[in-house]
């Protein structure tokens, strides 16, 4: 009896060895929590340095810088800082009415986001895909509906598609849209 709980145990090892989970050492942090601790987004006042060109980035450290970027951008309105910081410089913009590239975009946004009443109403990102909801309220006129999609290559954002709705007149559903 004990030799077969000793061989379902030793037998379950490789499964346990390679789950991250339990790579736990170095003050509690598993093995790719430590290889990526750099790359993960800093205090505001120690950042120095851009996440473009990218780097090899996994998907929860993505995650982070994905929402630094939305933090800078959408949250303190910080158009430069969020667009050096985490923009390539040859931005893929599919906006028809955009030109391409980082600083084009950063120029124009420069003139609208610190202006504008926003809020954001919800983010997520998955498989390199960063989706951010905003409700944009323009002083007299009706709320706007704002998604804006990224798209990352390890630890920069690559390219951008934004779609923008205005809140109707006439709408009959009244939690449209928010």
Same mark, same amino acid.
């Given at each position: =009896? #004990?030799?077969?709980?000793?061989?379902?145990?030793?037998?379950?090892?490789?499964i346990l060895l390679a789950s991250p989970?339990?790579?736990?050492? $170095?003050?509690? !942090?598993? $093995?790719?929590? *430590?290889?990526? /601790?750099?790359? *993960?987004? /800093?205090? *505001?006042?120690?950042?120095?340095?851009?996440?473009?060109?990218? +780097?090899?980035?996994?998907?929860?450290?993505? +995650?982070?810088?994905?929402?630094?970027?939305?933090?800078?951008?959408?949250? +303190? !309105? %910080?158009?430069?800082?969020? &667009?050096?910081?985490?923009?390539?410089? %040859? $931005?893929?913009?599919?906006?028809?009415?955009?030109? /391409? @590239? #980082?600083?084009?975009?950063? @120029? !124009?946004?420069?003139?609208?986001?610190?202006?504008?009443?926003?809020?954001?109403?919800?983010?997520? &990102?998955?498989?390199?895909? @960063?989706?951010?909801?905003? #409700?944009?309220?323009?002083?007299?006129? $009706?709320?706007?509906?704002?998604?804006?999609?990224? *798209?990352?290559? @390890?630890?920069?954002?690559?390219?951008?598609?934004?779609?923008? /709705?205005?809140?109707? #007149?006439?709408?009959?559903?009244?939690?449209? =849209?928010?």
């Open positions: =009896m #004990r030799t077969s709980i000793f061989l379902a145990a030793l037998s379950s090892l490789p989970s339990s790579l736990k050492w $170095l003050n509690g !942090k598993s $093995l790719s929590e *430590r290889d990526y /601790q750099h790359l *993960r987004p /800093q205090p *505001r006042s120690n950042v120095t340095e851009s996440y473009c060109p990218p +780097r090899y980035a996994p998907e929860p450290v993505q +995650r982070e810088i994905f929402n630094a970027f939305i933090e800078a951008l959408y949250i +303190r !309105k %910080d158009v430069f800082g969020a &667009f050096n910081t985490h923009i390539a410089v %040859d $931005l893929i913009e599919h906006d028809p009415f955009d030109a /391409q @590239g #980082r600083d084009a975009n950063a @120029g !124009k946004l420069s003139n609208i986001i610190p202006f504008v009443p926003s809020t954001v109403l919800a983010r997520n &990102f998955n498989n390199d895909i @960063g989706l951010i909801h905003v #409700r944009v309220d323009e002083e007299g006129h $009706l709320p706007i509906a704002l998604a804006d999609i990224y *798209r990352m290559n @390890g630890t920069c954002i690559v390219e951008h598609w934004d779609v923008t /709705q205005e809140t109707p #007149r006439n709408a009959t559903n009244p939690i449209a =849209m928010f």
